[in-house]
């Protein structure tokens, strides 16, 4: 008989006088090296009082009595005695800035402000007016609404409804400034055998995606239950049709069953940078800026 064996669970606050953006995609970022435990997240952004703070130690201490474990605490509080009081909890406490401004600090013989927020600031206004132009063409771009100027595009996302092509597109234009548009491949096509001609011309901006028949039911069935369009036939009908697509036309489709949309993203990222092509991408919006 084959042993059953649990997988740990632990919790895990992000907690911040501001929005606790940089606490937890730090905190997000090194716990993934740890994908054999179970975590559950808790966000505290906007404690910023001693009362607040105080409320948050009993939760703190309340759940490692509970769970007989002290939570993880990742933390950006740089008020002192803020900091000191989490730092009494029942957990383990990584305060970021404590980790690592000091250290930096040194090594460019400068003395850091210890303010948290900063990072989310307008630091660049290049980046950031690239950034919003790019969503403003990914969302005009959405799911074909507009394919008379889709050759404008980095970069294009090819699949069937419901496989991701959507966020990913958004996630690609806010984090990178990538203009990228999406075309979701229909019965009309399969019918007519071939992709629209305007999206051929831009071949080489093309990424394909393909996807499980399971998983494509369980994502359709949420949106439309009990649909035809959800129906675990059609999705396998559809996903054999698209990939006869995608072979007469040689496209190579990236897997998104079980991707996040920061993996996809990170994916055509790479491409783009292994082409060269993501070089030019920031060179067309230095030039335009």
Known sequence: MTEVKNTPKRTVFFISESTGITAETLGMSLLSQFPQIDFTYIQR????????????????NQIAQ??????????????????????LANCHYYEVFDSFLDKIGNDLKATPVFESGL??????EKVYDSRI?????????????????IGEADVIIVGLSRSGK????LYLALKFGIRAANYPITEDDFERNELPAVLLESRDKIFATKIKAKRLHQ????RMPNSQYAALETCKDEI???????????????????????????????????TGNLKKTLHSWERKK
């Open 45 to 60: 952004p906007f404690v910023d009082s001693v009362e607040k703070v105080n409320k948050l130690v009993g939760e703190i």
């Open 219 to 222: 994502i359709r069935e949420k």
């Open 240 to 274: 054999k049709k698209v990939q006869d697509l995608y072979t007469k036309y040689h496209l190579n489709p990236m897997d998104v069953t079980s991707q996040s949309i920061e993996e996809l993203a990170a994916q055509i990222v790479r491409k783009l940078h292994k």
């Open 133 to 149: 132009d790019a969503l403003n063409f990914t969302l005009k771009h959405d799911d074909a609404m507009v394919l008379k100027t």
């Open 66 to 87: 509970s769970e007989n474990f002290r939570p993880l605490v990742f933390a950006t509080m740089p008020e002192e005695k803020v900091n000191h009081l989490l730092q």
């Open 166 to 169: 959507t966020p990913t597109s």
């Open 119 to 124: 990072s989310h600031g307008l630091v660049n």
